[in-house]
């Protein structure tokens, strides 16, 4: 086995504010802990929290690394004590909780996926964040059955695109919104069945037009703030409402008789804080469900730009700006 260098490149946050405080950095090697492999990093997502966390407004949980960088694809380099699924040398994509921007990085055991054949490392570091969230929050917590009417914000972003593909595979009718008419051409041809120009359009009336007047049964969202109410009007009767983040602001006004009336349920959840042994049972799932239709081509990752490790911080202004799909660091 080659000795592990002592040393690497990683990203450091020097400050807060614009992508150019995502600095390259020589940094030690992380020390390999129980139940965690550590992989040598080929490629690594850029993900919205990861920018947050370069503002300051989303610091890495206590004891984590402070690298940002949530998710990683690369070969496993060693293996901690009660770590045995994968050898040194397997390759393997991860949900981490930090640290995905350098060449080396730890992941807890149970987090890992193995990369199917023919995935490359660029798809494969683009997997974890967005499947993760998108099978926890759409599958498990919402509940979405085949049959099922599905609205996603945000369609053409790394969550959306998964979440309408996935939700498309397993029988869900999609609506999504998207901010121009080549990002909603884009959805549909992922598999939506109405895409809303969100710009020009306003997407409870879509819901009402495309359902029938019926609503929808699951909402993913990602923007809370007004969207919130919008999303309750555009719910059916025993919806469900599941907020992932809140770009128009996490404090809202909401009428809860309409909430009563149709029974609704409104939840939401973010996996950074959440404990090694539920990210595991989430990876599970997302390995015996959702993988198999990326291995044979009936899911598909998409991928905007991908940037060399130290120009992090092009990719941080990439994401910016109108962007597709995922973003992906490469070592």
């Given at each position: 086995?080659?000795?592990?260098?002592?040393?690497?490149?990683?990203?450091?946050?020097e400050g807060?504010?614009?992508?150019?405080?995502?600095?390259?950095?020589?940094?030690?090697?992380?020390?390999?802990?129980?139940?965690?492999?550590?992989i040598k990093v080929a490629a690594a997502g850029v993900n919205r929290p990861d920018v947050m966390q370069r503002l300051g407004l989303y610091p890495a949980p206590k004891g984590h690394s402070e690298i940002?960088?949530?998710?990683?694809?690369?070969?496993?380099?060693?293996?901690?004590?009660?770590a045995s699924r994968f050898a040194v040398g397997a390759k393997v994509m991860a949900l981490v909780n930090g640290g995905g921007y350098a060449e080396y990085c730890l992941a807890e055991e149970g987090s890992c996926l193995p990369i199917p054949a023919g995935v490359s490392m660029v798809d494969a570091a683009a997997i974890p964040e967005g499947f993760f969230t998108v099978w926890h929050n759409v599958f498990e917590r919402g509940g979405l059955k085949a049959g099922n009417w599905f609205?996603?914000?945000?369609?053409?972003?790394?969550?959306?695109?998964a979440?309408?593909?996935?939700?498309?595979?397993?029988g869900a009718k999609v609506i999504t919104t998207a901010g121009s008419p080549e990002k909603c051409a884009v959805c549909r041809d992922l598999g939506a069945v109405r895409a809303v120009d969100y710009k020009t359009e306003d997407f409870v009336e879509a819901v009402k037009a495309e359902t029938g007047g019926r609503g929808v049964d699951v909402i993913l969202d990602m923007i809370g703030g007004d969207y919130v109410e919008r999303n309750i009007r555009s719910l059916a009767d025993d919806g469900?409402?599941?907020?992932?983040?809140?770009?128009?602001?996490?404090?809202?006004?909401?009428?809860?008789?309409?909430?009563?009336?149709?029974?609704?349920?409104?939840?939401?959840?973010?996996?950074?804080?959440?404990?090694?042994?539920?990210?595991?049972a989430i990876a599970r799932q997302v390995e015996d469900k959702a993988l198999p239709l990326v291995?044979?081509?009936?899911?598909?990752?998409?991928?905007?730009?991908?940037?060399?490790?130290?120009?992090?911080?092009?990719?941080?202004?990439?994401?910016?700006?109108?962007?597709?799909?995922?973003?992906?660091?490469?070592?």
């Amino acid at each position: 086995m080659t000795a592990l260098p002592q040393t690497m490149t990683a990203i450091a946050i020097e400050g807060k504010g614009g992508p150019e405080v995502l600095q390259p950095a020589t940094l030690p090697v992380p020390a390999v802990g129980r139940g965690q492999v550590l992989i040598k990093v080929a490629a690594a997502g850029v993900n919205r929290p990861d920018v947050m966390q370069r503002l300051g407004l989303y610091p890495a949980p206590k004891g984590h690394s402070e690298i940002p960088g949530l998710e990683v694809a690369g070969e496993v380099a060693a293996v901690g004590p009660e770590a045995s699924r994968f050898a040194v040398g397997a390759k393997v994509m991860a949900l981490v909780n930090g640290g995905g921007y350098a060449e080396y990085c730890l992941a807890e055991e149970g987090s890992c996926l193995p990369i199917p054949a023919g995935v490359s490392m660029v798809d494969a570091a683009a997997i974890p964040e967005g499947f993760f969230t998108v099978w926890h929050n759409v599958f498990e917590r919402g509940g979405l059955k085949a049959g099922n009417w599905f609205l996603v914000h945000g369609g053409t972003s790394g969550i959306g695109t998964a979440a309408i593909q996935l939700a498309t595979a397993f029988g869900a009718k999609v609506i999504t919104t998207a901010g121009s008419p080549e990002k909603c051409a884009v959805c549909r041809d992922l598999g939506a069945v109405r895409a809303v120009d969100y710009k020009t359009e306003d997407f409870v009336e879509a819901v009402k037009a495309e359902t029938g007047g019926r609503g929808v049964d699951v909402i993913l969202d990602m923007i809370g703030g007004d969207y919130v109410e919008r999303n309750i009007r555009s719910l059916a009767d025993d919806g469900r409402l599941v907020n992932i983040a809140f770009q128009g602001g996490s404090k809202v006004t909401i009428d809860m008789m309409r909430v009563m009336l149709k029974r609704l349920t409104l939840t939401g959840s973010t996996l950074r804080i959440r404990p090694a042994e539920v990210k595991a049972a989430i990876a599970r799932q997302v390995e015996d469900k959702a993988l198999p239709l990326v291995a044979d081509g009936r899911v598909k990752v998409v991928i905007d730009r991908t940037f060399p490790l130290r120009d992090a911080a092009a990719a941080h202004a990439r994401m910016d700006d109108a962007h597709i799909g995922k973003i992906v660091l490469t070592v």
